[in-house]
């Protein structure tokens, strides 16, 4: 789960770490009071769920309140377009209004778990404000890293290897080793996934603060964090998956094409994209229907995709282990008692109780296309789709 | 021959009275599984399924002889009883448990340094020695003893691997889920390298997805170590960077996440692709004939 910066910033700051002054403003009337209260030069910065925002004018700077009030009218209410959105954007409905800093250095502050160590592992380096990722394949030498020891924890010596390694002398390294404990509390009291200061500024002043901040968390462990639940912003995601979540459909990711797609388990369910693609098809979405055996979600699934426009078929392959064949059948069979379909629907069936599951959907008499095996339900829903289309 | 499980497994089931537990007990039973024993603290001194319940893995041990367990502890407790399993000395730990949080995932891997067990999982369908044993929630029916390892980070992708394999006449030695999540117990290469030694497996058939770069892992393990053919394909060619795709694991991060990277590493170190998921059995058959 992602958050916003400044909701990342005020975790940042709960923990001890330093960012500049500012407060989030959902009008361009709060921007100016904002402005004005913190008297003096500022940043207007959109907040959306998407990196890249500089570089798509998603950051303005304002050397009054009403240059700020101006700066925050041309971004809230718009969509912004950055190379991580696609062309559809994200809508801008609030901006961090933020004192401008003097920056006299950028560097990178991580902290995320390592799967070779299987160990919680930070990262800093003195190339900061690019994507480490960017860091990693021109200048590897300039990032250093630092693996903590869950029983151990965070002890000064590895805040020591990291500091030197970011160059920062005299005194500095006292200040980025209580900032660096900081990071890593934060990591593991809410169960972070990634929390990452890029770029951790060094002002003309020699102080350290977190410029910009990006902290994603642990979607399995959300259940332990009721707060950090209620930070999460449906604005910023895709309204079809948004819905897909209220109706219990978890593993629900849109796609582009439009054939409609229902399986059990996620292997499975990538590969018949994967196959669709295969067969010249391509897919509306990714849907795991998982393995809870009651048929409300198989006629949720269904709800969704007549949800969706661009459903013109839909294409059900099920391969019973845990998930029950004969529940699902009998869930397509309600879907259809309870809609009308519209759509061609081309369904396979194996594993656990498919012979039960065929029995239900032939004695039901609905209108479906039977296919016989994995390859034959992609290729059948791929001829619909395009019959659909013409 | 088989690897991990065979004849010889007596497997204790933690958490085996609650609704799933209970439900693929009875499943391994009636494949043929040695179920000896389950846990469920505080209801030590019962039975169920005929079996004598413990109220800890200890004692299961102890009492009934158990040498593997097969989990469904809910997600939250989860890591406890693998913790538990560990300091009991259990050599083999298959959890079936979907949602553990990765940071009780990174204690249970420090806590299992040095020690003797091996974890297969979590978020896992588990393992099965066709015609042997079966400690997972696979389909028993659609498998068939024979000399094709299969290791697999998706459960019904599996399934639908097996029956292709199966329907084609050609059985496996032992099939292997390692779980899609991104801290998994045991690995491709862990899992190749018991493949490799096991004499009577003779080819090899992988599952990968998308996220991390355990196939990359296994690309260098095949190319420098293995001299059975190795069968791969990778899912999520089409998942869109930077989107969960159902298993925690399965997310692209970065380049080398992307399924064209790992079926890259696989073909180079001498895999061989499978085209399509559908097609993974008959390019195996024609691997196998060749053999």
């Known amino acids: 789960m992602k958050v916003h910066e400044y909701q990342a910033k005020a975790l940042l700051a709960q923990f001890g770490i330093p960012v500049p002054r500012g407060k989030v403003a959902f009008t361009p009337g709060e921007a100016k009071e904002i402005a004005d209260e913190l008297g003096c030069k500022v940043v207007i910065k959109a907040q959306v769920y998407a990196g890249g925002r500089g570089k798509a004018g998603g950051i303005k700077l304002a050397d009054t309140p009403e240059e700020a009030e101006k700066a925050a009218r041309e971004l809230i209410g718009t969509r912004l377009v950055t190379h991580q959105t696609g062309p559809q954007g994200v809508p801008v409905s609030k901006v961090l209004v933020e004192q401008a800093s003097d920056v006299e250095r950028e560097l990178y502050l991580s902290v995320l778990i390592d799967s070779a160590t299987k160990l919680p592992l930070m990262m800093a380096s003195e190339a900061g404000g690019v994507e480490i990722e960017k860091v990693a394949e021109s200048t590897p030498e300039k990032i250093f890293r630092a693996y903590i020891h869950p029983a151990i924890g965070f002890e000064p010596f590895l805040g020591r290897k990291l500091a030197y390694g970011m160059n920062l002398g005299g005194d500095q390294f006292r200040e980025a080793l209580k900032l660096m404990a900081g990071l890593y509390g934060l990591f593991m009291a809410k169960d972070c996934s990634l929390a990452e200061i890029n770029p951790l500024a060094v002002a003309a002043d020699g102080r350290l603060f977190a410029l910009d901040a990006k902290v994603n968390f642990d979607d399995n462990a959300l259940f332990r964090h009721k707060d950090v639940e209620e930070l999460r912003d449906i604005e910023q995601e895709d309204p079809l998956e948004v819905q897909a979540r209220e109706w219990e459909i978890n593993n629900y990711v849109r796609m582009d094409g439009n054939i409609g797609c229902m399986v059990n388990g996620a292997g499975l369910a990538m590969a018949v994209n994967d196959l669709l693609q295969y067969c010249g098809g391509s897919a509306a979405n990714f849907l795991d229907i998982g393995t809870l055996n009651n048929t409300e979600r198989v006629v949720n699934s269904f709800k969704m995709f007549k949800a969706d426009p661009r459903v013109k078929t839909v294409l059900i392959n099920i391969f019973g282990g845990m998930a029950r064949v004969d529940v699902i059948a009998k869930g397509i069979v309600e879907a259809y008692q309870q809609m009308d379909i519209g759509f061609p629907v081309v369904v396979r069936l194996a594993g656990t109780n498919v012979e039960e599951g065929k029995r239900i959907l032939a004695e039901s008499g609905i209108s479906f296309v039977e296919a016989k095996d994995f390859y034959d339900g992609a290729y059948k829903a791929v001829e619909a789709a395009k019959g659909a289309t013409k | ?291």
């Open chain 2, 1 to 291: 021959m088989s690897i991990l499980i065979d004849e010889n497994t007596r497997l204790l089931v933690q958490g085996i009275t609650g609704g799933e537990g209970s439900f693929h007990a009875q499943r391994c039973m009636e494949y043929g599984t040695k179920v000896v024993a389950g846990v469920t603290p505080g209801k030590g001194g019962s039975q169920h399924l005929g079996v004598p319940v413990f109220n800890s893995v200890e004692t299961a041990m102890a009492d009934a002889g158990a040498n593997a367990s097969l989990m469904f502890v809910p997600p939250a407790f989860a890591a406890d009883g693998i913790l538990e399993a560990i300091d009991a000395g259990m050599p083999l730990i298959v959890c079936i448990t979907e949602g553990i949080p990765i940071a009780d995932m990174v204690k249970v891997h420090s806590y299992l340094e040095g020690r003797p067990t091996r974890l297969i999982g979590p978020n896992c369908p588990g393992a099965i020695s066709p015609g042997k044993c079966k400690a997972g929630i696979m389909v028993g029916e659609i498998h068939l003893p024979g000399s094709v390892g299969v290791v697999s980070r998706s459960g019904t992708l599996t399934y639908d691997v097996v029956a292709q394999l199966t329907n084609l006449g050609i059985g496996q030695s032992t099939c292997v889920g390692i779980g899609g999540d991104p801290l998994p117990g045991s690995t491709f290469v862990d899992i190749l390298t018991l493949f490799q030694e096991d004499k009577d497996t003779k080819a090899v058939v992988l599952i990968g997805e998308i996220g991390g770069t355990l196939e990359q892992e296994a690309a260098a393990f095949i190319k420098s170590e293995m001299t059975k053919p190795v069968v791969a394909f990778v899912a999520g060619n089409t998942a869109p960077p930077g989107r969960r795709m159902g298993h925690a694991g399965a997310i692209i991060t970065g380049t080398a996440a992307k399924a064209s990277e790992k079926i890259k590493a696989l073909s180079a170190a001498g895999a061989i692709i499978a085209p399509n998921p559908a097609e993974v059995g008959v390019t195996s058959k024609s691997v196998l004939e060749r053999l």
